[in-house]
């Protein structure tokens, strides 16, 4: 403990010089160190000084290893994501901030209170404390360092900004924190989840499992699951349907046994894809349709399960009006929430149902654009290509050959999965407590 916080924020309190209080104790400048925690006051001196102040320094040592104490149990509480007992000691340690400010526990403090928000994907709260860390980021130790760099790159992932987020995670990677397995596994699962994102199964399914080791081996049962379900999505982009079926089945009967209803759905929902992509549509559309009575109504989540429900039915051959009400539903939804890539995939698919020429404007103009602007450069291909195709039946061969080419670039740098359009994903990533 570092006592220097502790009475020069009494001295203060107290309204109480540097010379009144040194004065038969110690010298000026000796206090002033002391204060500024250049020197670690003995003993007998910290006693003496914070006596003249009125405060005990047992008592001061007894509340300091409380707080400690609950802050390790805080962040061990993060970690497993054991939401209620977080919930529950952010409570006690934000009552007891105006103690912790005066004790060296402060930036870590403020660095799980930043963790804790990303935890439950409030991002606006943990931009809050991390601007509370960068006034302060000077001393900072360098385990505390590591943290603001990983739990930044925590944020960025919440923000979809994941090549940002891949390079600050990457660099952690070179960093010497090999006996710290916080940083190991952290470090391991959010580029999993990066990648995942950015349509690079390859890349996502190596730092998966490697996360899931370390997660069996802590007993981590709630981020194993996470693990888990990435492992599942990049299976299923990689076309490895026998194990990608295995891994949800494992994961839909523990989440259900562990009474992990969110969890259980956004695996059902990913089950769901993978049916999709096998062509069981009927077995399919039951999974879209269990996970659209738990998803709560114009959530994100619920928008997405709707988009996805809408393209079985496309291949079904269901009945237009039918579908033409999830397209609205969704449009309604993401008009009102912000949410652009949704509409505009809502808006494409109204245009494919009524099978018109208007709807290849509406790829080249305004989606396309949009899509193009995201971390996932395998996205737009597709499109691309059904773009390629228009204006080659159509006789402008020079048209055609100019998004051919954007296509076969554009594939280079990503996969060669792009010929099936990519479903979105959930995934339990920066929103892990819900």
């Known amino acids: 403990m570092e006592l220097g916080r502790t009475i020069k924020y009494y001295r203060m309190k107290r309204n109480m010089t540097q010379a009144e209080l040194a004065e038969g104790v110690c010298s000026i400048p000796h206090l002033s160190k002391i204060e500024n925690n250049i020197y670690q006051a003995n003993h007998g001196t910290a006693t003496l000084l914070l006596k003249r102040l009125g405060v005990d320094i047992e008592d001061e040592y007894a509340q300091y290893t409380e707080i400690k104490r609950e802050l390790e149990q805080f962040i061990e509480a993060i970690q497993f994501v054991d939401v209620t007992e977080a919930n529950r000691l952010m409570d006690v340690l934000s009552n007891k901030e105006y103690i912790i400010a005066r004790t060296n526990l402060i930036n870590t403090f403020h660095l799980y209170m930043m963790r804790y928000h990303l935890m439950h994907g409030h991002t606006t709260l943990a931009s809050e404390q991390r601007i509370i860390l960068d006034q302060n980021r000077t001393n900072l130790t360098a385990i505390e360092e590591l943290s603001y760099k990983l739990f930044n790159g925590i944020l960025l992932v919440g923000r979809n900004r994941f090549r940002a987020a891949t390079n600050i995670l990457l660099e952690l990677q070179n960093e010497d924190y090999s006996s710290k397995y916080l940083f190991v596994r952290e470090v391991a699962f959010f580029l999993s989840q990066c990648y995942t994102q950015m349509d690079e199964p390859e890349k996502a399914t190596v730092y998966a499992k490697e996360a899931l080791y370390i997660f069996k081996q802590e007993d981590n049962y709630i981020r194993a699951f996470h693990t888990q379900m990435l492992l599942g999505i990049n299976y299923t982009q990689m076309n490895m349907v026998e194990e990608s079926t295995r891994l949800y089945k494992v ?8 009474g992990h209803e969110n969890l259980y759905h956004q695996a059902l929902y990913n089950y769901g894809i993978l049916l999709k992509k096998m062509g069981t549509y009927e077995q399919s559309q039951q999974c879209f349709s269990d996970c659209l009575t738990f998803f ?26 039918r579908i033409q009400l999830l397209i609205n539903e969704i449009y309604q939804i993401s008009t009102s929430r912000g949410l652009k890539r949704l509409g505009l995939q809502a808006k494409y698919l109204h245009l494919r149902l009524k ?8 790829i080249e103009e305004e989606l396309l654009p949009h899509l193009e602007k995201a971390d996932n450069q395998s996205e737009p291909l597709p499109y691309a290509l059904e773009l390629a195709d228009w204006y080659q039946s159509n006789g402008d061969y020079e048209k055609a050959n100019e998004y051919l080419k954007k296509y076969v670039l554009i594939s280079k740098k990503g996969s060669d999965r792009c010929c099936n359009r990519a479903p979105l994903k959930l995934q339990p990533e920066h929103s892990e407590s819900r």
């Open 251 to 258: 994961l839909l009967r523990n989440t259900r046994l562990f």
């Open 296 to 321: 709560e109504k114009e959530s994100q989540n619920y928008v997405v399960c709707l988009l996805a429900s809408a393209e079985v039915l496309f291949h079904m051959q269901a009945e237009k009006e």
């Open 355 to 362: 099978s018109g020429d208007e709807m290849y404007g509406f």
